[in-house]
């Protein structure tokens, strides 16, 4: 299993070093909205920021996914890994995890600048600091399911089919926080929809001739 | 080609319905769903918004108030009358995302904390907040001092306030408050604040200045008010909804200077001065405050005995799409209300002015109360409709939907919108119009709680007949395209295998879920590519071991001719 | 419970509406070498896939080393080695890395023979596989499978790009596994030479059947081509079952008939025929009369 998610993260080290740059920009906007805002209430520059992060998020996310799921087609990676000592399920996992650690790339340095930024600016009677939590696994889950729908999307053979999926599907699916918010309703919705993507992902590639 | 029909042990073909399969369809029709709610939502909340934004809003006037005595309203030098104005504006309703910031910050509805105060780029900080785990209110204040020797030191005090008692320590004799509701505007004029625990269904006054807590009587089970708000609003939808009391004037083209003094000054009420010797207050005067509660009464709590008098009024029901709701119009069926007490002077309570705005925010309904809280004046929002070329004045939300340029379109178009629904969804719309809150509504993806459907479910002028006969008439393009689609869905199922059993749950679940089922249907059946049965020569599945329509096999020794193979099984030749 | 490495039972595999395998079943025992023969777009591969897994059929089972194709676990994987068609591999990788990924996900390794292969073979290891010439990519394909010491080994027509010596290699490689105790290799190649060198078992398939499935002497002895002459013009019945291939020419008849024996010879007596001649088939001959499309006896205009 080890050996599978090494091999995914080789192979798509570019996603993982997009991930930090966008991340770096991510961090330098907050920081000097933080500083420019000094004393504002924390929605001035916390919905601005999230109106620029999770359209992109969701969008790049879906693209990641189906990304890997069309170069796995294309470059017959499956195909050559199902003759080995390996189950189909074990190559989804490697595959998941790795779209999971370039998330947490991209957001956990965002979401520690943001913890930094609050205790220093904003006092916690303001606006709790664990409120800052439900919005991070919000968006984390968001961007989740984003990538979960493109896993599930990128297994069908039909490329403009593909990628007009891509361009709506992902800005429905980060909608759902703009419509809901962060509290626990959008939490369970957004498991529920990456449970769902998931199963049938797995469903669909491991019935599916290589 | 003769038909032969064969009695297989497998008997006629089946498809069992097997668990991948349901896993499948669950699985596909749960994203489809979610996809296609979020999609309509979009486009429903795009109209609703479209047909808020057309509206022609004007104010509501109550002329005169009728609250004044006569000697003051006929006043010979009056010469123009009291009134109350109320205005709404038609901004599109703010979606979850905000509300989720401004539930949780300072006076939040979410919040524990009542009120924060510090002064830019100094340490100097205010704060009252409920600490759940202690369940005391807590003030923190954080005060610059200066020394005598022109240093400064910070000096931070803490008070703790519990049911029993207030002290700069918090201990067990203080009580504990369970679930407080605390009045919007905390510093009183003698430093005080009032909330009220839901649990110890009392009220309690905190005083951090002396130190006291004062404990109003324990309301009673059968009069438990379910109180929602003390006092002045929280911060819910008021920007979308103003009001105010207007003192009688003479005509001046310049405004009246209006002198206040420090002792007069209230921090919670406007204090008015006319040219004339009364002195009006209105807002939170002394010492009277409203409380509202959940069914809409407003009910006056005494500042200095905390003893609730009262019922002093309600909250008006407007007049909706379709007939009004009856009041009072309960606090969760509004997407914003106003009200404030009017007095003439300290212990003169005249009576009670109460506005609200009704869920979709296309309607606004204004209502004044005499001391005893009686209603004495109802004034409603009214719009233009334009009817076979000539405009007739009509109630403003019969003119949001009907009467504005492109409000039938837009109209229309939400009406094709929630009819898109799944059938289901729109029962349970029905059923829950009375229940889901007017401001979560707007953020609802699977139910329509601002549909006409709902807004139907929600009119109890209605009787049984009329109720449940109309509801079905709304939804009426829906069952026909839900019933077209089941259809479609039955035959193709039919032709692709599936067993009656299958079949039958697809039709079912098609008609219930309409669009969203015919999509996950599309998506999961099977892609096989039917060929011809030797038997019937009719279409039939190759990966089923018989044909669905004729139960024969593959192999029929009868029709098939033999041909030669070289197997390892077969006779060996002998020399 | 079974001394077969491969089974298959009632396999049927549709593309499209179309018939690709019509209730195929054959069973490799362990320890054999199993040629697969049949002409381009018979079914080969696709009987390959289904087997190992990476395609699954629309009726029927098969198994292979005692688990079904279809969940096959890493264990039953890491014994067996396979050589695609056209040589699967992930082309921008290094063979280096390749071969490391292969290395780590192995079950058994058998790094000195892997190596004497690379050796033999003089396979570059910074190079892409990609870069590689076709012949190459089969050799790292062929080194690989062998790697892993595999207790079957499946082949889809491996020497495909490989020169003569590299193709002589390789059969002597298969040799050489099959020497050890309970190897069993299966393997489809158009090269018939070779599978008649190696191959103990010979499966053909003709229009999606398996029409042949026995011991290659065997097969040899069960089909045969005669060459009979007549006393006046050729019968066109002879009423002779499973007649592979007929050819008239006047008094002459040849014929092809499957699984020969003193039945039909006594039927073939009754004719009196002036001569009766075996005409020697090799494996090449064999495969050519069984996958050749059936036409009615030919009677050319001299003889009418």
């Known amino acids: ?210 | 080609m003769a038909k032969i029909r064969l009695h297989s042990p497998l008997g006629t073909a089946v498809m069992n319905l097997s668990r991948k399969y349901i896993l499948k369809a669950v699985t596909t029709g749960f994203i489809t769903l979610t996809l296609l709610s979020i999609a309509l939502f979009w486009a429903r909340y795009s109209c609703e918004s479209a047909l808020r934004a057309n509206m022609v809003v004007a104010p509501v006037q109550i002329t005169p108030s009728g609250m004044l005595p006569d000697e003051i309203e006929s006043d010979p030098n009056v010469k123009l009358h009291s009134s109350i104005v109320a205005h709404f504006n038609n901004e599109p309703v703010p979606l979850g995302s905000v509300d989720y910031f401004k539930d949780r910050t300072i006076a939040g509805r979410v919040s524990n904390t009542y009120h924060y105060s510090k002064s830019s780029g100094s340490p100097e900080e205010n704060v009252i907040y409920f600490d759940k785990k202690t369940g005391l209110i807590v003030y923190h204040w954080t005060h610059l001092v200066r020394e005598s020797d022109l240093s400064t030191r910070i000096e931070t005090r803490n008070f703790y306030a519990g049911p029993n008692a207030v002290a700069e320590k918090p201990n067990r004799n203080m009580g504990r408050f369970t679930d407080p509701i605390e009045a919007g505007q905390w510093f009183l004029p003698n430093g005080s604040r009032i909330l009220y625990d839901r649990k110890l269904r009392r009220f309690f006054r905190i005083d951090f200045q002396v130190k006291t807590v004062a404990k109003g009587p324990e309301i009673k089970k059968d009069r438990e008010p379910d109180i929602v708000q003390i006092d002045s609003p929280l911060d819910y939808g008021q920007s979308r909804l103003s009001c105010e009391f207007v003192p009688p004037r003479e005509i001046t083209p310049e405004p009246i200077e209006q002198e206040t003094t420090e002792e007069n000054r209230s921090l919670t009420g406007k204090r008015t001065e006319s040219k004339y010797t009364v002195t009006i207050y209105s807002g939170s005067s002394e010492p009277y405050i409203p409380i509202l509660d959940r069914s809409g009464r407003i009910d006056i709590l005494d500042r200095n005995s905390l003893e609730v008098t009262g019922p002093a009024g309600w909250l008006p029901s407007p007049r909706s799409l379709q007939s009004s709701s009856g009041n009072p119009a309960r606090p969760k069926d509004l997407l914003a209300w106003r009200y404030f007490t009017v007095s003439l002077g300290p212990d003169q309570y005249i009576g009670l002015v109460t506005a609200a705005l009704n869920r979709d925010g296309t309607a606004m309904a204004l209502a004044t109360f005499d001391k005893n809280g009686n209603l004495t004046k109802t004034a409603y929002s009214r719009g233009t409709m334009t009817l076979r070329g000539s405009q007739h004045p009509s109630g403003s939300a019969d003119a949001a939907y009907f009467g504005t340029p492109w409000a039938p379109t837009l109209t229309i178009t939400k009406y094709l919108l929630e009819n898109l629904h799944p059938l289901a969804l729109a029962a349970a719309s029905f059923i829950t119009a009375g229940s889901v809150e007017a401001k979560a509504g707007h953020s609802a993806v699977f139910l329509m709680p601002n549909s006409f459907i709902a807004m139907h479910a929600r009119d109890s002028a209605s009787d049984f007949f009329d109720r449940y006969f109309v509801a079905l008439l709304m939804i009426l393009p829906s069952i026909i395209l839900s019933a077209v689609l089941a259809w479609r869905v039955g035959k193709s199922a039919a032709l692709t295998g599936l067993d009656a059993n299958a079949k039958w749950t697809w039709v079912i679940a098609t008609f219930a879920f309409g669009l969203a089922a015919f999509i996950t249907y599309r998506l999961t059946r099977s892609r096989i590519t039917l060929v011809t049965c030797p038997n019937c020569g009719k279409p039939r599945r190759p990966d089923m071991h018989c044909c669905h329509r004729c139960g024969s096999q593959w192999h029929i020794p009868e029709i098939t001719p033999p041909t030669w193979r070289v197997l390892n099984h077969s006779h060996v030749m002998s020399e | 419970m079974t001394n077969d490495a491969i089974r298959v039972q009632n396999m049927v595999k549709y593309f499209d509406g179309r018939c690709v395998l019509d209730d195929v079943s054959f069973n490799v025992a362990k320890g054999s070498i199993y040629g697969l023969l049949g002409r381009n777009g018979t079914g080969k591969t696709t009987i390959i896939r289904i087997l190992l897994g990476l395609d699954s059929p629309t009726r029927g089972q098969t198994h292979l080393l005692g688990s079904e194709s279809a969940c096959l676990r890493p264990a039953t994987r890491g014994r067996i080695g396979y050589v695609a068609e056209a040589h699967v591999l992930i082309q921008n990788y290094k063979v280096g890395r390749l071969i490391k990924l292969y290395k780590d996900l192995a079950v058994n390794w058998n790094d000195n023979f892997f190596n004497r292969l690379i050796e033999t073979f003089r396979l570059p290891m910074d190079r892409r596989v990609k870069e590689l010439s076709m012949g190459m990519r089969a050799q790292l394909n062929l080194s690989l499978a062998m790697g892993i010491d595999p207790e079957l080994l499946i082949l889809d027509d491996p020497t495909l790009g490989l020169d003569t010596v590299a193709r002589r290699q390789f059969l002597e490689l298969a040799v050489d596994l099959l020497q050890k105790d309970g190897r069993t290799i299966l393997f489809s190649s158009h090269i018939l030479s070779d599978v008649e060198r190696i191959a103990d078992h010979i499966g053909i398939l003709r229009g999606g059947k398996l029409v042949v499935d026995c011991p290659l002497e065997q097969l040899k002895h069960r089909v045969r081509k005669l060459r009979i002459i007549f006393k006046e013009t050729a019968p066109a019945q002879l009423y002779i079952t499973e007649i592979i291939n007929q050819q008239i020419q006047g008094r002459e008849l040849i014929l092809t008939v499957a699984n020969w024996n003193k039945q039909k010879q006594v039927l073939l007596d009754t004719f009196k025929s002036e001569s009766c001649t075996e005409i020697p088939m090799s494996l090449e001959d064999i495969f050519i009369e069984c996958t050749r499309a059936d036409s009615a006896p030919i009677t050319t205009e001299q003889e009418a």
């Open chain 1, 1 to 210: 299993m080890f050996t599978l998610i090494k091999r995914e993260i080789e192979d798509n080290l570019v996603d993982f070093l997009a991930a930090a740059l966008l991340s770096a920009v991510f961090v330098f906007i907050a920081i000097s909205l933080a500083k420019a805002n000094l004393g504002h209430e924390p929605q001035t520059f916390s919905i601005g920021l999230l109106l620029v992060i999770l359209p992109i998020t969701g969008l790049v996310f879906m693209g990641m996914s189906t990304g890997q799921m069309t170069n796995d087609k294309t470059r017959k990676v499956s195909a050559f890994l199902s003759t080995l000592p390996v189950t189909r399920t074990q190559i989804l996992l490697a595959r998941v995890i790795t779209g999971v650690l370039v998330m947490l790339v991209l957001f956990l340095p965002i979401f520690i600048t943001a913890t930094v930024l609050m205790k220093m600016f904003i006092s916690p009677y303001v606006f709790a600091y664990h409120y800052l939590m439900e919005i991070f696994i919000t968006i984390f889950l968001a961007a989740f399911a984003a990538y979960c729908l493109g896993l599930q999307i990128g297994l069908s053979s039909k490329r403009a089919g593909i990628v007009l999926a891509v361009f709506i599907f992902s800005p429905l699916i980060i909608s759902l926080i703009f419509i809901k918010g962060f509290a626990i309703n959008i939490i369970m919705l957004l498991l529920l929809v990456v449970i769902a993507s998931l199963v049938r992902t797995w469903q669909k590639f491991v019935s599916t001739a290589l």
